[in-house]
């Protein structure tokens, strides 16, 4: 399908994306790019990569397909460094959560002729690194191209392609609407997650132990989407601030909703709300983006 | 261990009781009393009690062990049903979340001399009924105890000692704390978690189902917390009430001191907060209250 395809960032899926491609056979070589010297060699090491150095120009050079997974905090470094290496034949995209910002800083700085086609893989853990990574991380998960207006046709088409070999479901749409979708479908659960483990540890210090044991009441399950990579999240939340902020504003008003329900003893009303609530597992139970196990299948 | 237990409301906890009971055989007779007809013909039909009615006095009548597992707002209606079926002889317990109220409620209705020692199983998943329960639901949990001051010592220990049985660990304090370290690892992620999904619902009128489909990005882990069952957890909070509001008032605080520094794009202050949070999830996993499989092995 491809080349050469470099990827800039073997982290979670940096790698995973490296490790799907030599599995479907998609590229002839495959490099990568990092700024720590135990990364490009690790990725080596584990023969997910043919080549990788921290020469970012030089794996860069010649790559049809470039895939940027580094935190969005880095793009513009990453731009700057690799703008000369593009040409008329090289596909652009990245992996990253929020768009609408980013989609306008690349574009300023790249020749007019390079299809730059964003990503955004739904798909992940909480856990960081190449050797977290694993081939099948996107099957069955949703990818959402928001394709630059200058993009070609055949390129988009090609990107689209490859993301359904690797086995995503594919949608196209606007980055400013994807940015506040995704702030409600996944950058405001994080943060609310981070949130909350970050009110219990500050009564922690309190209580002791007392939180850490007595976490399986529900709280552990905030814990594990609180322990997704800091540097990847601090970078979302600022790049989507207004969506989020936004977000946390009808949040809050909800929550002061409950409260005031509670505090009134009000049954119905939270019975009513509760019911609500439940349907919606179901519904996505049935479209096939979470498994039916009770508890996760940790049972 | 016992002669006769008898369990009052049969759902996921009742039933995994029954089960765990008849399997490490731990009762001559184990009988339930459901509200239901369909219940209480369910739990014979699943072979997990040896008889069940809705005649809850004929139930309880000469049990040594009765444990109520129904919603909160159910005690009171149960406790002056079988208060004259208790005897010198006979331990009550219950499985509820919340323990200060009802602790008050139950004895001022009780005989002086029946050992009253509310247990409180720190487990479930997000399913109800008879037929979502399993035996060892109870394994490797925490199970606190908060006896009443005229509970027999030779009672509580042999509570103790059942709880050990079916693989809980177990640990003796009072209500009220009780309630304040459960209103932060349960009470409140509960809460959380109906509500980031009930804010999400109020959006999805307007964006179709566009939730569902890219719920993989984190709000489908809230999606399950929040397909609780809606009468246990309406209850919850309502019995919980001043812990929950107090709760509540600390997490808006942090989640608008969250935001401020979002909105002031201080990323030094959000990656220290998100390092720390990371932290914590090692804790518990270390402390064999979740597994390590990264995405809860759905990966």
């Known amino acids: ?10 982290g979670l899926i940096g ?5 799907a491609i030599k599995k479907k056979n998609l590229a002839k070589k495959i490099v990568s790019s990092n700024r720590s010297k135990a990364t490009n060699e690790k990725v080596i090491e584990l023969k997910i990569v043919d080549e990788s150095s921290s020469d970012i120009k030089k794996m860069a050079e010649g790559a049809d397909l470039i895939i940027i997974s580094t935190p969005l905090s880095s793009y513009k470094d990453v731009i700057l460094k690799i703008k000369d290496c593009l040409n008329s034949e090289t596909i652009l995209t990245d992996v990253g959560s ?9 574009e300023k700085n790249i020749p007019e002729n390079i299809s730059w086609i964003p990503s955004h893989p739904i798909a992940g853990t909480e856990e960081s690194g190449p050797e977290a990574g694993f081939s099948n991380l996107f099957e069955n998960r949703w990818c959402i191209l928001t394709p630059n207006k200058k993009a070609k046709e055949k390129d988009i088409n090609l990107l689209k392609k490859f993301w359904e070999t690797i086995g995503s479901k594919v949608d196209i749409m606007e980055a400013k609407q994807h940015d506040y979708i995704l702030s409600i479908t996944s950058h405001i659960p994080h943060l609310i997650a981070y949130n909350i483990v970050n009110t219990s540890l500050n009564i922690q210090e309190e209580k002791e132990s007392a939180i850490v044991k007595y976490s399986a009441g529900g709280l552990r ?20 601030k207004n969506n989020t902020s936004n977000m946390i504003d009808k949040f809050i008003n909800n929550l002061k909703d409950l409260k005031k329900a509670i505090e009134n003893e009000d049954e119905e009303k939270l019975e009513k709300i509760f019911e609500k609530t439940k349907k919606i ?11 039916e196990k009770p508890n996760f299948g940790r049972k």
């Open 1 to 10: 399908m491809f080349r050469k395809v470099c990827i800039v960032g073997c």
């Open 15 to 19: 790698s995973s994306l490296a490790r």
């Open 221 to 240: 399950d905030f814990t594990r989407i609180a322990a997704s990579n800091p540097v990847m999240w601090r970078d979302i939340f600022i790049q989507n």
């Open 98 to 106: 929020v768009k609408e910002k980013i989609m306008n800083l690349v």
């Open 281 to 291: 597992r179901k519904d996505i139970v049935a479209a096939g983006q979470d498994i």
